[in-house]
């Protein structure tokens, strides 16, 4: 299969998300960015950016996206639309979550930014980690474990 059929099939299930896909792939296709409910495919979580930069150790947009390929091994919008940003950790629907540190959970009622998959279009809306597979999602267990990587960060002072 080649890289593009293999996009193709993740927009399609994100796309899937939305009461009416086509409209979503449209809007990837004059906006780069599709506004998609969450609960349906998805739920996501809101990490303000300071708290994952710290522990992650770095602000820098390539090093914090290598960082959540290999901690989380899933999706990660970033929108920095304000302030300093949020980062949108992807996870199935339902998944537990016990409200670790300051990661908000979002689901139904709520709709997210999601980038186009492949080319960074929108400069304020994108992939911090793009996923590389239809259905892939984070597993909560591996964000609470990078979380608490900078809740002892910040209790220890280093």
Not at 38 to 46: P, Q
Not at 70 to 93: C, K, M, N, Q
Request: proline share 9%.
């Amino acid at each position: 299969m080649t890289m593009f059929n293999e996009r193709q099939l993740i927009a399609e299930w994100f796309a899937g998300a939305h009461p009416a896909p086509r409209r979503a792939e449209a809007e990837w296709a004059h906006h780069g960015v599709a506004l998609l409910p969450l609960g349906v495919r998805f739920d996501a979580l809101r990490i303000p950016a300071p708290y994952l930069h710290a522990a992650i150790g770095s602000d820098h947009r390539e090093t914090v996206g290598i960082s959540l390929d290999d901690w989380l091994r899933g999706p990660v919008v970033r929108d920095v639309r304000t302030g300093s940003g949020s980062y949108y950790v992807l996870i199935a629907p339902g998944a537990p979550w016990k409200g670790q540190g300051t990661a908000a959970r979002l689901g139904p009622g709520v709709h997210l930014a999601v980038p186009r998959i492949g080319e960074q279009v929108s400069p304020v809306t994108f992939w911090a980690s793009q996923p590389e597979r239809p259905g892939q999602l984070c597993a909560p267990a591996h964000l609470a474990a990078l979380l608490a990587t900078a809740e002892s960060l910040r209790v220890t002072g280093s």
